[in-house]
């Protein structure tokens, strides 16, 4: 399983795995894999730089890259004081009264509240960008498209390559025009941001409409789907869905026993594509909270970034709650796979193995 | 391009072609596929007869399946002056409002109205069945599941295999345990009646609950999307949008330029999946039409059959409108892919070659 994306990014298996756990990230790089540590859960920035002094100390000299949360377009921003002025009542009762309602405990004194919200800020993903560009990174991944062109001249600089997820050719075509090294071709099956478009169709799109290797994500999740990806045309495959399902990440999310017990019960048709997360479409895991939203009396989810400041103490809430049925998490249609919580180095040699068996069976189709 | 369904069903390629033309179905079955006539448009048993003659004298002998569209719980059933009491006059107003707001003119005086309702009904699919069997079909697909299982016994007493849509593995465990011979595994790109579960996902899930052979229907359109099909498993695929843009469709339906004008400029992002349509979710060309249904003001679709009853006279209108922004047309995600349009022998000799060179670039990969 090997293809140019091999060389250029000095990895063994086109397979790059997006994860906001260190721990997976690197077990995925050691694996022989590209991990890709998502950048968005470190409001300050040198809280990222202890994390990737780690990477750089456990990957064993492996690659591996980071993903940020940066809009192409640079939003006005003020103080978190600022923006919470502009959410409405209405939201804030619903969401007081939607926690109530489901039962979800008050925070424990001894859990500090994570903001949450701040990484979804410009000034905040620049920064990451800044400290990530210290550390020997092989890829900075953007999840809303391509980011500023000086961003991408800055890592251009430093010699790493920028990737960036699109959901339509056009957006793809339109990020390659603004540097971007590597499209992320991001299937409507995905989890997190995701458009309307399903893999089969979108990846041949893309592939088409730009030079640059495209990498396949949404519904990627075993050798065969891998091998799908690339008779498609891809060059690589991104998956994120699967890697929650591991034991390295209950070694950086401890308190993650919950939402893995709610993945290994899911099917796949147990997803939901809503707006309540960050404002934008995003496929989250089905549970009583997203399902709260939509309700007839739920109102309408705020736009980017507000919705995510409404609702992140509720999601510190829902995370402490321990308890499968109010876990709020992105996931992708994928997670009906998930049988059992795994090693990451398991999922690679399943994922290489399955690889090959598809693409012997492909063998005995030949005229 | 040869799987164990090319042995099965006598044909050269597994590629099936679901049409409601038979100048299409007879072209895709002489290039060497195994063209599938829709019934549905039929409401005269008798008529059906007539052009399955034609099919039989116009396929060279080549193998030739029907489409039906038949739920496995046996409905009630009334007069079709029972039934469109049932019909709310709210929806009955909105659907005369929107058609006068689109400037749609009343049906021309020498068009004959057709009802467009009576296949949708258990009986008339059923008479559909009686007369296919006296013909050398040789499969019966249901797009709407299993048939009932003494349907399935009527067709395999005559020889001929049953195949039925599934969206999600379940349904497709259930309509193989009632006998259903082959799985057509209907991503939600797909066109027409469709779940949400896309096909890189759904295509393995159902491959892996199913001993039956499964076709891949859903975003295929292309050599290398039937490449993939066969990674993830399916025995051939099964294909719809794409014929709608065929030189042969015209033959059997003159009146469809406008149709076609539409496919060609649209993109995948140009269909949206409504209950508009049937009453039950379906892919759907987005149109002027799609939309007015998505206005604020706009009532809710109706179940099953009563949505179809209520937008028929509607259906006859906008088609004799001969406005590309104006059409009803159940179409998949794929017609992105269409630019032209071209004879039935062309696509699938680009089909065949595309397969080759998708195999030929896995065979790079190859470590």
Same mark, same amino acid.
């Given at each position: ?25 690197? #077990?995925?790089?050691? +694996?022989?894999?590209? /991990?890709?540590? %998502? ?15 780690? *990477?750089?100390?456990?990957? %064993?000299? @492996? ?29 804030? +009762? ?24 701040? %990484? ?20 900075? +991944? ?10 991408? $001249? ?18 793809? =075509? ?6 971007? &090294? ?7 099956? #995905? ?16 592939? &088409? ?7 396949? =994500? ?9 091998? +799908? =990806?690339?008779?498609?045309?891809? !060059? ?19 308190? !993650? ?11 796949? !048709? ?8 960050? %404002?934008?479409?995003? @496929? ?13 009396? =739920? ?12 609702? !992140? ?22 997670? /009906?796979?998930?049988? $059992?919580?795994?090693?990451? #180095?398991?999922? *690679? ?6 690889? $090959? ?11």
């Amino acid at each position: 399983m090997r293809t140019e994306l091999c060389e250029t990014l000095g990895i063994e298996y086109p397979i790059v795995g997006f994860t906001p756990s260190e721990h997976v990230a690197a #077990a995925i790089s050691k +694996a022989g894999g590209l /991990g890709v540590l %998502g950048c968005v859960r470190f409001n300050d920035a040198e809280e990222l730089d202890a994390v990737l002094d780690w *990477m750089d100390a456990n990957t %064993g000299g @492996r690659p591996y890259g980071v993903d940020i949360v940066m809009p192409a377009k640079i939003p006005t921003e003020g103080t978190q004081v600022d923006i919470e002025k502009l959410i409405p009542e209405e939201h804030k +009762a619903f969401v007081e009264r939607t926690l109530r309602d489901l039962g979800v405990p008050e925070l424990p004194q001894n859990v500090e509240e994570r903001a949450g919200v701040l %990484g979804w800020l410009h000034s905040v993903a620049r920064s990451h960008v800044e400290v990530a560009l210290k550390h020997p990174i092989k890829l900075i +991944a953007n999840a809303l498209g391509s980011p500023p062109v000086d961003v991408i $001249e800055q890592a251009h600089s430093h010699g790493v390559p920028v990737a960036a997820l699109a959901g339509k050719a056009e957006h793809a =075509a339109r990020h390659v025009a603004n540097g971007v &090294d590597f499209i992320v071709a991001q299937g409507h099956e #995905a989890g997190g941001h995701t458009g309307e478009i399903g893999s089969m169709v979108l990846l041949p799109e893309i592939v &088409d409409a730009v030079e640059a290797p495209v990498l396949a =994500a949404g519904g990627i999740g075993s050798g065969r789907q891998a091998a +799908a =990806a690339l008779a498609l045309g891809a !060059s690589g495959v991104w998956m994120g869905s699967t890697w929650l399902a591991t034991q390295e990440y209950l070694e950086t999310m401890p308190s !993650s026993a919950a939402m893995q017990s709610a993945l290994v019960d899911a099917t796949s !048709s147990d997803t939901v594509r809503t707006r309540i997360y960050t %404002g934008k479409p995003a @496929r989250l895991l089905k549970t009583k909270w997203t399902a709260a939203w939509e309700a007839e009396d =739920a109102p309408k989810p705020l736009p980017m970034p507000l919705q995510n400041i409404l609702v !992140s103490h509720a999601h510190n809430r829902l995370h402490e709650a321990n308890d499968p049925q109010l876990v709020s998490m992105p996931a992708g249609q994928i997670i /009906g796979r998930i049988k $059992e919580i795994r090693p990451v #180095a398991d999922i *690679m040699t399943e994922l290489v193995e399955g690889y $090959e068996q598809a693409l012997a069976r492909l063998d005995k189709t030949r005229g």
